[in-house]
């Protein structure tokens, strides 16, 4: 069945510090989003990337769509407290409605 | 306007009960996901439904689980004799079920301790 990996499992920045997490799917995706989950909460759509090599950005988080539509990845530039939680991709194939989440990143933040 | 609507929040149940997690969309939305999600870990598809069909239940166990999402009134998952390895998360979800703008907004999740 579809696999969807993330890596790395875990992420401890310090403040200001740069943070990437990678999501590749075993098939083709016709979609990907991503979801932050804060400790203790439920998970937050952040954006949806539909096209291949589509790359998009909100504020300090750029998220890019590989041009195979297996792989993607979330950057945050310079870091803050407010980042923390985990990053969960979420991939879709052609055909099917369902959202297969990945393995997810959680990141902590060192002030 | 309310988000997804979720309860209970918490649920205890021995072992051998049941369950029944219920979820009520967003207005307007017509279509559910179920997701368990087990601590310190991802999220498990388990169904997708729209009203009155369940569209994909691939990731439902075979026994013991069930979902309905009726005319009226809330999707249910409900979960029969319960055993010590269904407690876990359970997150709801609905979208418009537009394919292509489909964001899933969550509820907060019902979690079920299973003593």
């Known amino acids: 069945g579809q696999q969807v990996m993330q890596i790395p499992q875990y992420q401890h920045v310090q403040e200001g510090e740069d943070f990437t997490t990678y999501c590749n799917s075993s098939?083709?995706?016709?979609?990907i989003q991503w979801y932050k989950q804060r400790p203790g909460g439920h998970p937050v759509f952040l954006i949806q990337?539909?096209?291949?090599?589509e790359v998009k950005k909100q504020k300090r988080l750029t998220f890019q769509f590989g041009e195979a539509k297996k792989n993607s990845s979330l950057h945050i530039t310079a870091t803050q407290t407010t980042d923390v939680g985990t990053y969960f991709c979420?991939?879709?194939?052609?055909?099917?409605?369902?959202?297969?989440f990945g393995t997810g990143t959680r990141l902590k933040v060192l002030a | 306007n309310a988000g997804v609507m979720q309860n209970p929040r918490h649920l205890v149940r021995r072992r051998g009960q049941e369950a029944r997690l219920r979820c009520s969309p967003m207005?307007?939305?017509?279509?559910v996901y179920w997701y368990r999600q087990l601590p310190e870990e991802g999220l498990k598809f388990m169904v997708y439904?729209?009203?009155?069909?369940?569209?994909?239940e691939s990731g439902m166990p075979k026994e013991r689980f069930s979902a309905e999402f009726p005319k009226e009134g809330p999707s249910i998952l409900r979960i029969q004799q319960v055993v010590r390895g269904d407690s876990a998360a359970y997150f709801c979800?609905?979208?418009?079920?537009?394919?292509?703008?489909?964001?899933?907004?969550f509820g907060e999740g019902s979690r079920l301790t299973v003593l």
């Open positions: 439904l729209q009203k009155e069909n369940i569209i994909d």
């Open positions: 979420a991939g879709r194939n052609s055909g099917t409605y369902k959202y297969i």
């Open positions: 979800a609905s979208s418009l079920g537009q394919v292509d703008t489909g964001e899933l907004f």
């Open positions: 098939t083709t995706l016709s979609n």
């Open positions: 207005k307007g939305h017509s279509h």
């Open positions: 990337l539909v096209k291949s090599g």
